[in-house]
């Protein structure tokens, strides 16, 4: 994560922390996140030098009305203003670390087929804490690729308890 | 030269005293005709008839004419003998032999000696000529000798090439067979690995495509069969798992 990365998560998360809703505004900027990181038209679009700031920044408030608030809305827009939208999913990923880090927390991003419930999530974060020493914060991303079971990763640690990985360790066997 | 050229002027010389004093072998001797004719003339005179009238008388038979007739056939037949051809003249044999006696001397005092030098040098030159042409055998056989061995030595020199050459190029043979034969071990072994890898490689394709397929279906399978249910309780063996660790 370089200083510039870094800088811009802190300005984001002082900003939200400004106006009172920093974990809903880290929230729904994790949700972008997730959408940027997995729609790539909308990530050169927010990043296409071609494409003049201001119709960039209209594309943000498009995507953005009544999904997000105000506040989120013109974070996300004031960082593709300023030209970073190359660097937009790193900002994000690093406010929420930040976020978390503010907490003594560490974020576990945990890979799912279907959306965990709030109790699910609880137990889950319970269950990482005793495994890993560190208390986290459960970050869930919608992945269909996994079929089913979980895939948490925190820092640098992966924890695969996925079908996806089963059937990678049969192919492996059956090659 | 000089002692040949005295010699033939003495020669010359000698030839010039020998016509010069000798007379004719036959001018102090009668001739056959002469003789006859003076035994005619001689009986014509002696008789006073003439040898027709004699021949003529003794063909009549007068037997003293015959008788005549025959003495002076017998007078004819006198005169018919020739003188010898071989003796010559006594005057011929007087100056003929001063002659020879002079030009004895003057040879013997002149020609002789220089004829002599000249024999002489020319047995030494025929000697030294001998010698010569001995001495040019000697070298030419030691020149003989020398290219014989010379001759010998090339072919010794030819053979010995030709020996190496035929070495040579049995070595350069067996080079080149051996490098072929390596060359084609070589191509063998490559081939085979080729093969071989090939074979793997087939094999590996073959598995990795019955393990997609196989996977593929499996994927079918759990995807169809996970439903809301059996998902959340995959969620929660791993909260579990995680638990118990």
Known sequence: MSDTTTRYAESLLAAARAEGNADQVVGELFEFGRVLETNDQLREALSDPSTPIVNRMQAVDDLLAGQASRVTSSLIAMVVGVGRGGQLGEIIRATVELNAASRDQRVAYVRSAIDLDADQQQRLAAALRESTGDDVEVRVILDPSVLGGLVTEIGDDVIDGSVRRRLNQMRESLS | ?245
């Open chain 2, 1 to 245: 030269m000089r002692m040949r050229t005295k010699a033939m002027m003495l020669a010359a010389a000698a030839s010039v005293s020998v016509v010069a004093f000798a007379a004719p072998a036959s001018a102090s001797e009668e001739t056959v005709g002469s003789c006859l004719a003076e035994t005619i003339l001689e009986f014509e005179t002696d008789s006073g008839i003439t040898l027709h009238e004699l021949e003529e008388a003794a063909a009549e038979g007068d037997e003293e004419a015959k008788k005549e007739l025959e003495t002076l056939e017998e007078e004819f037949e006198a005169c018919n003998e020739s003188p010898n051809p071989i003796l010559p003249a006594t005057n011929e044999i007087i100056w003929g032999g001063l002659s020879f006696l002079i030009l004895l001397g003057m040879m013997w005092k002149f020609a002789f000696p220089a004829v002599k030098n000249g024999m002489e040098a020319r047995t030494e030159r025929i000697r030294s000529d001998l010698a010569a042409a001995d001495q040019a055998k000697v070298d030419a056989q030691a020149v003989q000798t020398q290219y014989e061995a010379q001759l010998a030595d090339a072919k010794t020199e030819a053979a010995r090439i030709v020996d190496e050459a035929r070495q040579s190029a049995d070595q350069v043979r067996t080079d080149l067979i051996a490098r072929a034969e390596a060359e084609a071990a070589e191509l063998r072994e490559r081939a085979n690995g080729e093969i071989e890898a090939m074979r793997v490689q087939a094999i590996a394709d073959v598995q990795s495509e019955v393990s997609e397929i196989a996977i593929g279906a499996a994927e079918r399978v759990v995807g169809g069969s996970l439903d809301r249910d059996a998902q959340s309780q995959l969620v929660e063996a791993y909260i579990q798992e995680l638990t118990s660790k």
